[in-house]
Nanobody, 126 residues
Framework: QVQLVESGGGLVQPGGSLRLSCAASGFMIDYYAIGWFRQAPGKEREGVSYFSGHDGKTVYLDSVKGRFVISGDSARNTVYMQMDNLKPEDTAVYFC???????????????????WGQGTQVTVST
């Protein structure tokens, strides 16, 4: 049974850091693409970052470049997203997703992914 479980969300002040984890089971991340998406209230879900388990390629949303880093740990079958210098506009529910089809061009299309986690809340506020 395929499952993705996110963790690591919480409340943090502007400028702070969080590390999100996406633990995968039922498949090996080495053979899948993993994406992090987020959805704020009243807004559409948007792609934040992408990791190719096949070749380690990463892609980022322009607004998080230089602040967020996505990485994968094959031994733990887990993908992480380190988020530094967080801003109030980063507040959202963050989801991880997995699929075989996403690549460097389609990575931010939610429909390209087959499996989704339940989401973890990230709130950046004073």
């Amino acid at each position: 049974q395929v499952q993705l479980v996110e963790s690591g969300g919480g409340l943090v002040q502007p400028g702070g850091s969080l590390r999100l984890s996406c633990a995968a089971s039922g498949f090996m991340i080495d053979y899948y693409a993993i994406g992090w998406f987020r959805q704020a209230p009243g807004k559409e879900r948007e792609g934040v970052s992408y990791f190719s388990g096949h070749d380690g390629k990463t892609v980022y949303l322009d607004s998080v470049k230089g602040r967020f880093v996505i990485s994968g740990d094959s031994a733990r079958n887990t993908v992480y997203m380190q988020m530094d210098n967080l801003k109030p506009e980063d507040t959202a529910v963050y989801f991880c997703a997995a699929g075989r089809r996403p690549d460097g061009t389609s990575w931010n299309h939610a429909g390209a992914y087959d499996y989704w986690g339940q989401g973890t809340q990230v709130t950046v506020s004073t």
